[in-house]
């Protein structure tokens, strides 16, 4: 009770220290924009941005912070082609994270995932969820939603995010949390706004439409019964799905409308082309092999980095292992390994596979060729183990 108790008097000073509301003027102009100066600690908005620095002081340490030095200005400059007003405002921080998400707070801090950028086609479907993201920041959406917050007294939502005593971080996670949870009207306007501006910056106006098309359908491509049934969010804050109203009305919008060459799309992929094998890896890591395949088809389908991408497709079918996967990661290895691009831990997974499969005279020329490829692995021992005693098989 003591401890409860505690935690409740912690949780209650920092929300009321941050969500105190004065009479002075908001950041914010009439019409929702932002107006480019530091609102008062004492207000409402105020306690908003100590929350938001706090978690952009936090974003510079965490480990998953992609630290390239072109990414990031890659990623700002394409921010700075839908929100030229805001460009003095915005600083990008570029997360290895394997999810589809982007946000921005109002003090001007932008995370962008990785998740998002790999399931980008384009350039300008990056454009459009980065303008997505300004919309909401330019139009006050995440204080609107912090004034509701608090006049809910929603201090048993923060509590039950941190009865595992990580006051610090639970409390962030759950506060951001909230307030990138927008609703029904907000969406919307966001997308019409995040339209209007890529397409003013020149970018392709079927862009949003496709990417929030990708988006559904690779949830429906998922492993998990419960996540195809489910409904398909544009980030991970968002409590408002992506609808085929939602598709519909972008569809609307971009009807009639030019779009830009396919030399687009070719740029975007050299952008992010050296990231690929470790973004598909950590995706990996999320163990829907569904969507992880339905991602992979979808970046094949530009007919680039082909051997990145059928390596990573026969590593999701080995690791799956549902019936027939083991001949679909032979065949993603297989063709993997007549690309220039291909990893070259594809003739080590050869080796194993033709191995498992009778197929001796294949997984010595597999094994063979990993270890003329891979003078210093560090799994060269067991290779050359496993060589020895393929050898040794056949001899007897």
């Known amino acids: 009770m003591r401890r409860q108790a505690t ?7 920092v929300l009321a220290a941050s969500i105190a509301v004065t009479a002075v003027t908001p950041a914010f102009a009439q019409d929702g924009r932002m107006v480019g100066r530091r609102p008062d600690i004492s207000t409402d908005e105020g306690g908003l941005w100590a929350q938001s620095d706090k978690a952009e002081t936090e974003a510079r340490t965490k480990a998953e912070l992609n630290r390239d030095p072109d990414l990031t200005p890659y990623v700002r400059g394409v921010a700075c082609k ?19 998400n982007a946000s921005m707070a109002p003090n001007g801090y932008m995370e962008v995932w990785s998740g998002l ?3 980008a086609r384009s350039e300008s479907e990056l454009a459009f969820v980065l303008g997505h993201e300004v919309s909401h920041f330019a139009h006050g959406h995440s204080l609107t939603t912090w004034r509701t917050m ?10 039950m ?3 595992g005593g990580i006051v610090g971080s639970l409390l962030y996670l759950g506060v951001m949390s909230t307030v990138f949870a927008f609703s029904r009207e907000q969406e919307m306007e966001a997308d019409r706004l995040a339209f209007e501006r890529t397409v003013k910056a020149g970018y392709d106006p079927a862009a949003a ?44 919008l971009a009807a009639g409308r030019t779009t830009p060459s396919e030399g687009e799309r070719t740029r975007y992929r050299a952008q992010i082309r050296k990231f690929l094998p470790a973004w598909l890896a950590d995706d990996m890591r999320r163990r829907d092999y569904g969507q992880t395949l339905h991602l992979i088809d979808r970046l094949a389908a530009d007919g680039e980095d082909l051997g990145v991408l059928e390596f990573y497709k026969g590593e999701a079918y080995r690791r799956r292992r549902l019936d027939g996967d083991q ?3 032979l065949a993603a290895y297989t063709a993997a390994s007549g690309h220039a691009d291909a990893p070259v831990a594809v003739w080590r997974e050869l080796g194993d596979m033709l191995g498992k499969v009778g197929k001796t005279a294949e997984a ?11 003078v210093d692995a560090e799994d060269r021992w067991l290779v050359e183990a496993n060589l020895k005693k393929l050898n040794e098989g056949s001899e007897s």
Do not use: Q
């Open 7 to 13: 935690l409740r008097s912690a949780v209650s000073s």
């Open 82 to 100: 839908v929100a030229a007003e805001y460009c003095g405002d915005i600083r990008v921080y570029v997360m290895d994270r394997p999810y589809f």
């Open 117 to 119: 950028m790999l399931r």
């Open 150 to 159: 608090k006049s809910r007294s929603n201090v048993g939502m923060v509590l």
């Open 161 to 163: 995010l941190a009865g």
């Open 209 to 252: 439409a496709a990417l929030w098309r990708s988006l559904r359908e690779e949830t429906a491509a998922s492993d998990f019964p419960k996540t195809r049934t489910s409904d398909t969010r544009g980030s991970i804050f968002n409590t408002h799905p992506i609808t085929p109203d939602r598709i519909a009305a972008l569809d609307g």
């Open 327 to 329: 001949d679909k990661a």
């Open 364 to 374: 010595r020329t597999a094994w063979e060729t990993y270890l003329a490829k891979a």
